[in-house]
């Protein structure tokens, strides 16, 4: 069993409650609220400035260069890449970058980001990769098994976009990349050093959980919520 096998094999069950968050239902079948999808578009635009500096950090900590480059890869491919999908989605549902910068950190997201920062700079490379695998990979899932369930849902006129920017096969491949980078790194650590692996993963993976039910839950007033964002 490779170390991401392990890893994925330890959070299934986490992970098979992802596409039952009334938030990822609401993208599957088109009916979440724009003013929702706005405030996690928002919330997730400032997770993705931390998560980035996860990859900058392991960077850093890696002793090898080829790991230092896929790291340093990595951080353009997010500000470059994935941003773009956030990038579109604020120009249509009107959010600036300067909106979107001085709208408060939720504290689910701070949380979260926070683990994922302190772990790479307490760790190494292989902390690092760990703690930045469970996004990267449960996106890719959970925009896959939508489109699987409903074939249909990517060519939804809002949330299309979304479902097939994470199913894509260029999404795929840079996890792919990813996947074979966390099995390397792993292949030298003691066993007590890949249950530490595990236990970030884990962590994580809750915490992805929470982030989709702070998406859903901090908006249920949406009145408050978009108050607050203008």
């Excluded at 896929?70 to 249509?92: K, N, P, Q």
Aim: charged residues 25%.
């Amino acid at each position: 069993m490779t170390m991401t096998e392990r890893l994925l094999e330890a959070t299934k069950e986490i992970w098979a409650g992802y596409n039952e968050k009334p938030f990822v239902k609401g993208i599957a079948d088109g009916s979440l609220d724009h003013d929702k999808f706005k405030y996690y578009m928002i919330q997730d635009y400032l997770y993705l400035i931390d998560y980035t500096k996860v990859f900058s950090i392991g960077a850093a900590k890696s002793t090898d260069l080829a790991f230092m480059r896929l790291f340093a890869g990595y951080t353009h491919s997010i500000l470059d890449g994935e941003m773009d999908i956030h990038r579109a989605y604020m120009e249509r549902l009107g959010i600036t970058r300067e909106e979107a910068e001085q709208t408060p950190v939720a504290l689910d997201n701070l949380s979260y980001t926070s683990y994922m920062l302190r772990i790479a700079y307490e760790g190494g490379a292989p902390e690092a990769a760990a703690a930045i695998l469970s996004c990267a990979l449960s996106y890719e899932w959970i925009a896959k098994k939508i489109a699987a369930d409903r074939p249909d849902a990517d060519k939804h006129p809002f949330y299309g976009e979304w479902i097939r920017g994470y199913a894509s096969e260029s999404y795929h491949k840079e996890n792919e990349v990813l996947v074979e980078w966390m099995n390397r790194l792993a292949e030298d650590l003691s066993e007590k050093q890949k249950k530490h692996l595990v236990d970030i993963f884990v962590a994580c993976s809750r915490y992805e959980a929470a982030f989709w039910d702070m998406a859903w839950e901090i908006c249920l007033h949406l009145t408050t919520c978009v108050s607050n964002m203008r």
